[in-house]
């Protein structure tokens, strides 16, 4: 390769740089930014603009070191400039490609195992060809690779995971007898303690790991705090005490709130301070092992890079830039809304609509966890059972299903539980050198909390711990999946040069792009005309008019997936019936989740009013037998191909059409008349219904006969029995629902809603 390749490779790593930064804030968000945003203690405004200050101090006092990238995982001296540069190429490609799939997924990983592993699979992947080149073995391997760090760090993450877990749920639990969910009204002096732990504890993280790189603080304070721990943490404790104690006694001001603003500050900053180095490190290592190279006049196979095991400070300004590109990606990146989301989602209190579906091992794990509680609380007196319950019940505040997204998913007294254990657990592993992942560990905090809070009830645990398995699956798949993309990646640019680096950079800008217009459609899907939405009147009336527009999208839809069945059918098409059986299920997906709602609309209704929730019912069977029917269609249609039996004959193709082009023309009237709130109109749909289902019987009847006569394949007269008998049942569905809303509807009544606040 000459030199030209190597400028190339050097800028494209610094594109990659800034790619990575942004993917990378996109997942780390979720490590500070949780806490604020699941407990609301502060505006969402006044969250981000304490991170962004949080994440510039960071980078600011950044000490700009990657001792991984340039020694920790591999010998550099063992290693040519030509050799490095494709190592470094090989991690920065893997590392935007595997955080920006996490990102789209909206799952929580970690960006220092990520690199970490990409590191040690692209060095294996080049030490493997020079060990193979020169005749040796693999024992070989151990003079190039540093394999004790890189089974530290495994052994300390695993560890991390465990004890994070304990001892968030162990705080929480205690934290919750002393203070109960009646915080507001606890005396002042336990408020006092416990933000005088938590100060001291995220004041301590601040000093150890978010400033310990800074200039500015190597004096006495860092020297004190370093050599007199324990006394420099008592010293903190009494006077954050009292400082607590005059702020709420005082002053008036709620501590959990402080506590809170402070440790998302703090989180911020270590992130930026630590972490930044992640997403920069190994292109600012590729672009110093150029200009050694390029000034050292010796060719690039040969010229050793033992100078990498040198520690080198990055320029200042290239912190700073790194910062601001950080703080950008913060307040516009959607999907680090999305990552979250995911860890609030499964922290919050009460149900709800679950994002992770139950399996196998989340089902024995809860029965498991069941029967054991049940036998730890026989043992325990039922006097102190009565007293514990006492500390663990919540306020009995009924909020509607509709409003749930403006309450806080846990209280402020969790939140600050969370960010106090993270930061002990974090400051406590850096001062003793241990490696740990900040986002494993900030997660497992959480979700130890939650539980010992009693926010996973029966009816959200089995989800719930679904939840977490998915996560902490996901960090062995960034392990494994970092450690072999990296070796592929780096042998295929060993191998194939500039060619294989411009096929490589294309596809992962490819996509990265198709990542991008996934996430934006799914975001479109969600405020779509054809999403459902959830009533909140709170009579038959007001039910009418804003389930209109409903009824209108199902009737819609219900036209198109039928019609998009009898044509899929018609020309044996598979990827169009394919698309079309998933345009069903999400249809009957979406009205299963109106009718999950039924318990929270009826719980919403005012005595006078409760003649709606029977309308409602009535309405939520009639729409789940419609997309029933449809899924069914749209199934057996599907099937029916899939299974290459033989095509529809033509009369049977020519009678489906019929009732086809009849359904059309009613759906088109029905849809209109709802759309226009011209309920009127239903009268003379309803007095089609005769004819549709005659038309529907005549089909059966000449099916029939042919079957006795000269129908020779079973399977194509079962599949045309069945689209006849569920489309029967689809019109007797959908006349039904048509009959409720003509008989209630009266237009001299004005709807009543529910008044929003």
Sequence with gaps: MGENIYIFMVIALGVLAITDLVVGVSN???????????????????????????????????????????KGIFNPSEFVFAEIIIIFMAVMITDVLLLDFFNTLGMPTSTTVSIVFELLGAAV?????????????????????????????????????AIAFTIGALVQFLSRLLISFKFEKQP?????????????????????KGLK??????????????????????ANFIFWAIVSWVLTAIFKKNIYRIIIVLGTFALAMAFAGNDLVNFIGVPIAALQSFQDWQSSGIAATEYSMGGLAEAVQTPTYLLLISGLVMIITLWLSTKARYVTETEIN?????????????????????????????????????????????????????????????????????????LMVASVLISIATSMKLPLSTTYVTFMVAMGSSLADRAWGSESAVYRVAGVLNVIGGWFFTAICAFVSAAIIAYLIHLGGFIAL??????????????????????????????????????????????????????KRSNRIYSNSIRGLSKHDLDFLKKNKKQSKKLSSEIDGLRNDTFYFI?????????????????????????????YIGKVSYNHVNNNHKKLKYNQIKELKEIDQKLEAIFEVTEKAFLDRSFEQIG??????????????????????????????????????SLLLESRDLIAAMMDLLELYYAEHDSSVRPATIEKK
């Design 346 to 418: 499964l922290a919050r209190e009460g149900d709800g609509e679950e994002r992770f579906q139950p399996n196998f091992l989340s089902r024995q794990i809860v029965k498991f966890s069941i029967t054991a509680f049940d036998s730890i609380s026989n043992i325990i007196p039922k006097s102190t059972k009565e007293r514990l319950d006492q500390r663990f019940t919540k306020p009995n505040n009924y909020i509607p299903k509709g409003k749930t997204q403006d309450q806080p998913a846990f209280d402020m007294v969790r939140a600050s539980v969370n």
């Design 603 to 631: 719980k919403n209704l005012e005595e006078a009013h409760i003649g709606a929730s029977n309308f409602y019912i009535n309405i939520m069977d009639y729409l789940t037998d419609m997309s029933q029917s449809l899924e």
């Design 213 to 234: 790189g800074a200039q500015f603080l190597e004096g006495a304070v860092l020297e004190f705090s370093a050599t007199k721990p324990e006394l420099f943490l008592f």
């Design 502 to 555: 411009i096929v490589l950079l294309s596809l992962a800008a490819l996509l990265i792009g198709r990542n991008y217009l996934s996430h934006t459609r799914k975001k479109e899907e969600s405020k779509a005309e054809d999403s459902l939405r959830k009533a909140e009147s709170s009579s038959i009336q007001g039910v009418i008019e804003e389930s209109a527009a409903n009824i209108a999208n199902v009737i």
């Design 188 to 208: 002042k002096w336990i408020g006092s303690i416990f933000g005088g732990m938590a100060i001291t504890a995220i004041i301590y993280f601040i000093l150890v």
């Design 684 to 721: 003379d749909i309803l007095a089609t219904k005769g004819e549709l289902n005659e038309l529907v019987s005549q089909k059966i009847n000449r099916q029939v006969s042919r079957t006795r006569t000269e129908e020779s394949s079973p399977k194509n007269t079962t599949l045309y029995f």
């Design 28 to 70: 780390d968000a979720v490590n500070f930014l949780n806490s604020a945003l699941g407990s609301k203690a502060i505006s969402f405004k006044t969250i981000m603009i304490v991170a962004s200050i949080g994440i510039a101090f960071g980078a600011m006092s950044s000490s700009g070191m990657m001792e991984v990238a340039r």
């Design 125 to 161: 992947a080049i030490a493997l060809v020079k060990v193979t080149s020169e005749g040796g073995g693999i024992d070989a391997l151990g003079g190039y690779i540093n394999t004790g760090k890189a089974t530290e760090i495994i052994f300390g993450i695993l560890l991390s995971v």
